[in-house]
């Protein structure tokens, strides 16, 4: 069995280094920019929406109508590729931390799902940073991170329905209770995502107010997650769109990937061959996208009348993608970019590209360190992202950064350094390194194999270049430079990582 290179060097630096992510914030930040001059910043972020439902993409669904969307494309900068987390919680870390879970000290699990917390002396959120700078934050949407949402601390406004405590803040669309500015959540009624809208809207017709002081907003839709319920308005919408196109390898087997993947498999193939209730489910998941184009195209508008809109950075974005058939899955949560590849927009006129788009995969820990640069704010804590402003000025400039991404369930921190590695729903614990055209996933369980696609040539990842021995040299290259990555991001379960199988004798 071949063990990864280099593994005592890495891990003696590692040791070194570790407690460098692990230092609390002291509460000093530099500011480089009069407030006068630092734009508004606007981060939407929806949940489980994939680029299949989104116009602008070449791999939506032809039927797909999302115009506002769309048309904040036109505008700005489209990322074919973002990255921003595996599942919910822990891209919402990587949102208020800019740090990748291994990074995020304290925040874990508690109870049953999706109960969370932690600590935040362990644990601070930038926006902490932003408000104590002059800028007036706020947070609308769904908060899942734990019970304390920072209110007072880390948000000026905020208005929150907590996924951590379903019992007393309601399930998902209807029947919420918000918590507004810290208060105890009260029953508000309506439909979820036309309430966090018109919150926005609020939010934004009163900061206008207020000329002097930039702010910045963080709108988390909890659309398009299950169950995926419309608006009345669009209960008609889809019905009758062509068939869904089934993916190749909606079902197993599989022989190339890892033991897990297969014989995966989450649809029943009906008496016709097809994926039983493959047409509708997308059907209905696109129906929920409906308004959250209208929400965003809302508060544009809002930006706009309120003479706002030049001076607003626009972040468009999903906590993650989402899968429907591709590699047997109906979910996120798998390395594969069906699973996890997110929507990313960004417009801000005058400062970067109009109606362009970027090649470069970006991560969602790339972001934030972008947000402190727009802001001239100095970084307050080591990031493991880079400021992407470069590219959004020029999308094809050089970009040499990989994306590094990991799941390791609900366990953060020093916790993910643990040699037993749960998993769930079928699916274990992985890190994969993202650079160019090539994508390298690790799974982390003894003796398995790796895996490295081409995904220009084979965009939906049913090729594992791993196993081929022309590619020998270039699986090496990239196993290294994922363990550079996990080596300068202070991740200390770099010292447990298991071995991968042996190919060399194939």
């Known amino acids: 069995m071949a063990r990864h290179l280099n593994r005592k060097s890495l891990i003696g630096a590692v040791g070194a280094v570790i407690c460098a992510f692990c230092v609390p914030w002291n509460g000093l930040a530099e500011s480089r920019l009069p407030e006068a001059t630092r734009p508004n910043i606007l981060y939407i972020f929806t949940d489980d929406q994939s680029i299949r439902s989104v116009g602008c993409y070449p791999e939506a669904h032809e039927w797909v109508k999302t115009p506002n969307i769309d048309r904040l494309a036109q505008e700005g900068v489209r990322f074919t590729h973002c990255y921003t987390g595996a599942w919910c919680m822990p891209s919402r870390a990587t949102a208020l931390t800019g740090k990748l879970q291994h990074g995020i000290e304290s925040m874990r699990m508690v109870g049953s799902y999706p109960g969370s917390t932690y600590d935040h002396d362990k644990c601070p959120f930038w926006p902490e940073v932003f408000r104590k700078n002059g800028y007036y934050t706020g947070m609308i949407g ?63 017709s009163e900061r206008a107010k207020d000329t002097g002081r930039p702010w910045y907003l963080w709108l988390c839709y909890d659309a398009v997650h299950g169950p995926y319920t419309a608006a009345k308005r669009h209960d008609g919408d889809y019905r009758d769109t062509k068939s869904v196109t089934v993916p190749k390898d909606i079902f197993p087997p599989r022989p190339t990937k890892p033991a897990y993947m297969k014989n995966y498999g989450k649809w029943k193939k009906g008496k016709d061959g097809n994926p039983v209730g493959l047409d509708s489910a997308v059907q ?11 929400g965003v195209g809302k508060v544009i508008e809002t930006l706009r009348k309120t003479g706002q809109i030049d001076n607003t950075l626009i972040v468009f974005t999903s906590d993650q993608g989402f899968a429907w058939g591709q590699h047997g899955f109906k979910w996120k949560y798998a390395p594969y970019d069906a699973n996890l590849r997110a929507p990313l927009i960004i417009r801000l006129p005058g400062k970067f590209a109009e109606n362009k788009v970027c090649k470069h995969a970006v991560g969602g820990q790339d972001l934030i360190p972008t947000f402190f640069s727009i802001a001239g704010i100095s970084l307050p804590w080591e990031m493991h992202g880079h400021d992407i402003s470069p590219i959004l000025k020029n999308p094809e400039s050089k970009w040499d950064h990989p994306v590094l991404m990991e799941n390791t369930k609900y366990y953060y921190g020093k916790d993910t350094e643990k040699e037993d590695r749960p998993g769930w729903g079928g699916v274990p614990w992985w890190v994969f390194l993202r650079k160019g055209e090539y994508k390298y996933i690790r799974t982390l369980v003894e003796d398995e194999v790796e895996e490295l696609y081409d995904l220009e040539t084979d965009p939906e990842e049913l090729i594992n270049l791993a196993l081929n021995p022309a590619h020998r040299d270039t699986l090496i290259s990239y196993r290294q430079q994922l363990l550079d990555e996990l080596q300068r991001t202070r991740a200390g379960m770099l010292n447990r990582l298991p071995a991968v199988k042996d190919l060399s004798k194939r």
């Open 284 to 294: 209905k998941y696109n129906r929920a996208v409906r308004a959250l184009d209208e």
């Open 142 to 204: 769904k908060w899942h991170t734990g019970a304390d949402t920072g209110h007072g601390r880390d948000w000026d406004y905020s208005a929150a329905w907590d996924h951590t405590q379903p019992k007393i803040y309601g399930g998902y669309y209807k029947n919420q209770k918000i918590s507004f500015n810290g208060a105890p959540p009260k029953s508000v009624g309506g439909y979820s995502t036309d309430n966090y809208t018109q919150y926005a809207v609020d939010f934004i």
